[in-house]
């Protein structure tokens, strides 16, 4: 049976509705609803009888659990916090049980009026599951114990505390490694709701039902944070155990608390709007811009409701129908981390405070969409607001799930992610989908937190144009949207809200670049030539039509690698023959006549094909990627060969094989060729090359050169397992280099073994753009380079200047170096002429 409840005021002064809070959190509820008092009195009192569920360390504000689970929060001053503690004085402990009107905190109102922002003390209800206010009685004087808010529950609320059965709290320490985050938060929140206890979660003046996901991060709990577990009800101290078992057993995700003599967890970063971060090159270049991040297009709703239970009904259908549709993704899901990925939607989709908060909003008269949305918006910003970048992740994942339910209520068709022109994309990290969906020249850089600089991001962040940089560190997340930026991923640094005098100068610094690559755009149809007269053709690395018409007009001598696996990444079902051979023609039309090295798929490691789906892998790195997924699918090969058979007459074309690391590979490709070749009636076969990009097949040049027509090397691997360092890992990022001394002895090695055949070689990875190392690679043997299309000018201008006998020289003395940093000197020093 419901009961009445009402709550008095905590405080003598003026009672206002929350909205007229000046602070968005409270304002739009986002942490539930209330009021706010400004207040008159010094001495905040209980509003009802209730337990002290915390006190903030600061002091300026606590938590109150009442009957039924009712949970309070009264916060005495916005932005009190700051005061640490300084003119408050608390009279109770926490877990104490405090009667209605008791004294729980005094403050120095001359002082908070001095120095708080506002003195508006909102009294807000942070757990009210079953409850509903049935009325605010603002606009008006208040003493303290005079009503502020009238509730009745849903049953729930009859419940006294005595009645609602034996109370447990204990203390607990957090031992995952990224704090309470989505995933554990929705472990967590299913283990609760297995028993009949309330259970929640409390720090410092919060506590939340641990019930709700979404509430429980919002406690931005992180790595050895203290927290308080309670539990009410019947089976309070089975569930209290079962939870801080589940909690304290880490979940997979456990670390060891640091010791008095090691540093503490690092402090949530506040919104940065200054200061330079400092990053590691992926695609070089300088860029100036507004901060942007993908958004996709808001979904138009309307604000008035058509009926209380209509819009409840509406609501649950559509989250329901999201709820199957997240299940059905997961079942098919065989990538596990994509999968707890799914299970954290789910258990959002499933949270009872996000429902809770929508169904307040439609009693109030609004419709389910409307509702919907300011819900997940309410804690997407109270998760946002916390500063903490693995908290600001998830909001995405809420985004995400806001997104699908009003996908499901309007039948609005979605769209893909959008950019404004000319910025500079900022992201945690990003998918080569996601990069994929945008024009080139749409964004002026990017910049990730995390990455690798030969990451397949970075690789079409480059081909798209765009300096880039990567693992710049979480400061990227705390870049508010549309800050200034200068992105110089020459320098490996983005200086956020730089100075009218850092701009000009960037500027002028532009217009220089803009007036070189003019110049050298100018004659980049013709040969590069160096001056002791070799010729050198610099090539195109492209991923679909598009970058292809880009190669032609950047001057491209031709295309040193199509990565076909590019050409149908984002799509559940695998090419067909016809269709892979149609998109093979339309890229050797686009290069009219110039050659194409067409690479057969190269998926696997961080290039993932959904329709392809890879069994979970301890390393996928080292597993079945390129030459070994094909061989594996004979019939996915013979698709790909027979389609550029088909298509090899629309120009002149060669074959390569990705990822050969023994003599057998090449054989049974050129089997396959051969099967495929005689199956189509096929004359003349295509050239068949290798890619020279793992340790062994550097190691086994001559062998391979005996039979290979050509070699690549893709130095971007060739990198990543010479050094053994993981080329997407943002740690590592400024090591993964191609010019330490020990790759390019694997370089070397691989152009003698390829010239005791006389097999032409050429370089494919990124290191080719790299002007520090395209006179090494010249004087170690290669002798094409082929690289994103942007940069094809400039590097034919630069081969004009070169020497190759000097080129020679300086490519024996950089194999000596002993480090990568002493080969960069001695480049720095060859350029400038100064050797
Ligand atoms: C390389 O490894 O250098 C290369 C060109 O191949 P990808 O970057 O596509 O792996
Ligand atoms: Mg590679």
Known sequence: MDAELILVSPLDGWCAPLAEAPDPVFAEAMLGDGVAIDPSGSVLHAPCDAVVVGVHAARHAISLRAAGGLELLLHIGLETVSLGGEGFEVHVADGQSVRQGERLISFDLDLLAARARSLITPVVLTGAEGFAITRHFTGRAVRAGEPILQLTGGGVASRSLAAIGPQFSRQLRVPLAHGLHARPAGRVADCAKGFAAEVSLGRGGRSVSARSPVALMSLGLRHGDEATLTAAGPDAEAALEAVAALIESGMGEGKPFATSSEPAAAAPSPPLSSGVLRGVTAAPGLAIGRAARLVRREIAVTEAGQGIAHEQAVLSAAVAAVRAEIAEAAAGEVNATRRAILAAHASFAEDPELFAQAERLIGEGKSGAFAWRAAV??????????????????????????????????????????????????????????????????????????????????????????????????GVLAIPDG?????????????????????????????????????????????????????????????????????????????????????????????????????????????????????????????????????????????????????????????????????????????????????????????????????????????????????????????????????????????????????????????VDGLDPAVLGLIAASCQGAASYGRPVSVCGGLAADPAAVPILLGLGAQRLSMIAGAVPETKAQIRGLDLAACRAHAAEALRQPDREAVRALADAFRNGAC
């Open 377 to 474: 918006n309410g804690f997407a910003e109270a998760l946002r607001s916390l500063g903490d970048p693995r908290m600001a992740e998830r909001v995405d994942d809420l985004l995400d799930l806001e997104r699908r339910v009003l996908v499901a209520l309007t039948g609005e068709v979605d769209v893909g992610p959008q950019i404004a022109e000319g910025s500079i994309l900022l992201a945690d990290d990003l998918l080569p989908s996601q990069l994929m969906g945008l024009e080139a020249g749409r964004i002026a850089g990017l910049c990730t937190a995390r990455g690798g600089p030969t990451s397949h991001v970075a690789i079409l962040a480059a081909a798209m144009g765009a300096p880039a940089l990567v693992a710049a560190g979480p």
């Open 483 to 735: 800050a200034p930026l200068i992105l110089d991923a020459d320098a490996g640094l983005m200086s956020v809200g730089p100075d009218a005098k850092a701009l000009e100068a960037a500027q002028l610094r532009l217009a220089t670049r803009a007036d070189r690559r003019a110049a050298a755009q100018a004659v980049a149809a013709e040969p590069a030539v160096t001056r002791d007269g070799v010729g050198v053709p610099v090539l195109a690395n492209i991923g679909s039509v598009a970058d292809a018409r880009a190669a032609a007009a950047a001057g491209a001598d031709g295309s040193g690698l199509l990565r076909t696996e590019f050409l149908f990444l984002d799509r559940d079902t695998a090419p067909d023959e016809d269709e892979q051979a149609a998109q093979y023609r339309a890229v050797l039309e686009e290069l009219q006549g110039r050659p194409v090295v067409i690479r057969l798929l190269d998926v696997g490691g961080d290039k993932a094909a959904p329709y392809l789906p890879q069994t979970d892998e301890e390393n996928p790195a080292l597993g079945v990627r390129g030459v070994r997924l094909l061989l594996r699918r004979p019939q996915l090969l013979q698709a790909q060969l027979r389609a550029i058979l088909r298509a090899a007459d629309a120009g002149p074309c060669s074959i390569m094989v990705p990822m050969v690391a023994r003599l057998g590979e090449l054989r049974a490709v050129r089997a396959a060729l051969e099967e495929a070749a005689r199956d189509l009636g096929a004359g003349a076969l295509p050239e068949l090359g290798v890619m020279i990009e793992t340790p062994a097949a550097a190691m086994i040049a001559g062998q391979l050169a005996a039979e290979a027509g050509f070699f690549s090397i893709g130095t971007n691997d060739l990198t990543q397992y010479g050094l053994a360092m993981d080329r997407g890992e943002p740690e590592l990022a400024a090591e």
